[in-house]
C-alpha cells in the first residue's frame, strides 16, 4: 500500500480535492493530522479550517503511542513520526468535547476499518475519545483485509471521488 499511494500521480491536486470535499462536514474542535511522506496532504484542509470562526484546530503530539491533541499554533514540517517542532503546538484539549478526528491511514475496507502503521496509536486514542472518525485517503488505498481484534472502524473516510459513509 505505501508503494501504490507514493506512485500515485498528482498526489497534490487529489490532495486538495479531498480536503474540500472534507471541510464541508466538519465544525467545532477538530483534532488533523499532519501529513508525513506520501499520506494524503490534510495542509489545504488546515489552512481552511484555521480561517473559520467556528473551528479549533487540534493537532497529534504522540507520546509514545498515546495522540495528545494539542491546539495549533503554527505549521512546521513534521518529523517522522508526524510530531511538529514544539514551538507549533499550544495547549493540550482539555475537558473540551473533541468533536471530529481527522486521521491518516495506509488502507481502508469497505466496512470502515484502517489499516494504520502498526503501533494502534489511533485505535487507542478512538477508544477513549467519543469522536466522529474521517478516515482521508486516495480512492487508490481501498483494499480488502480483515480487521484485527482491537480496530475501531471510521465513521466515514473522505477521497478525491467521494465520501464514503460506513
Do not use: W
Request: charged content about 25%; overall charge neutral; hydrophobic content about 40%.
Amino acid at each position: 500500500m505505501k508503494a501504490t499511494r507514493k506512485n500515485l500521480a498528482d498526489k497534490q491536486a487529489l490532495s486538495v480535492v479531498a480536503c474540500s470535499r472534507a471541510e464541508k462536514l466538519v465544525y467545532g474542535n477538530i483534532l488533523a493530522y499532519v501529513p508525513i511522506g506520501s499520506e494524503l496532504s490534510t495542509l489545504p484542509l488546515i489552512e481552511l479550517l484555521r480561517k473559520r470562526s467556528d473551528v479549533a484546530v487540534y493537532v497529534p503530539h504522540t507520546v509514545g503511542t498515546v495522540i495528545v491533541p494539542r491546539k495549533l499554533v503554527k505549521l512546521d514540517k513534521p518529523n517522522g513520526t508526524g510530531n511538529l517542532p514544539d514551538d507549533c503546538y499550544g495547549e493540550p484539549l482539555g475537558a473540551e468535547k473533541l468533536h471530529f478526528c481527522i486521521t491518516p491511514l495506509l488502507g481502508f475496507n469497505d466496512a470502515g476499518y484502517r489499516l494504520g502503521y502498526g503501533k494502534g496509536c489511533y485505535d487507542m486514542f478512538f477508544a477513549e475519545n467519543d469522536c466522529i472518525k474521517i478516515g482521508m485517503a486516495f480512492e487508490a488505498q481501498r483494499i480488502y483485509f480483515s480487521p484485527e481484534s482491537n480496530d475501531i472502524p471510521l465513521d466515514c473516510c473522505v477521497t478525491e471521488q467521494k465520501v464514503i459513509y460506513f
